[in-house]
Nanobody, 115 residues
């Protein structure tokens, strides 16, 4: 059974940094393009970063230059380094395949950016 577990969310002040982690099990992680997604209250879930099996990355303009996605295939883990955080980055962050698989959604990790 596939399990994706996110961690690392916290309350942080604007301009601060956080590093999120995603631990994968039950999946051949090295063969899967992965993504970080987020869902803010009252908004649809959106993709904020993706990384291919060979490490090619992509970001929407809203986070480009501030967020960095990475992966460690040996550990079946993925990370999201978030810098220069803004209040609008407040959301629950999830990891999943790209495109996402419905049954793979985990609980997510809450990121709150507020002074």
């Amino acid at each position: 059974q596939v399990q994706l577990v996110e961690s690392g969310g916290d309350l942080v002040q604007p301009g601060g940094s956080l590093r999120l982690s995603c631990a994968a099990s039950g999946i051949n992680f090295r063969l899967v393009t992965m993504g970080w997604y987020r869902q803010a209250p009252g908004k649809q879930r959106e993709l904020v970063a993706s990384i291919t099996t060979v490490g090619n990355t992509d970001y929407p303009i809203s986070v480009k230059g501030r967020f960095t996605i990475s992966r460690d295939n040996a550990k079946s883990a993925m990370y999201l380094q978030m810098n220069s955080l803004k209040p609008e980055d407040t959301a629950v962050y999830y990891c999943n395949r790209l495109p996402p698989t419905l049954g793979y959604w985990g609980q997510g990790t809450q990121v709150t950016v507020s002074s």
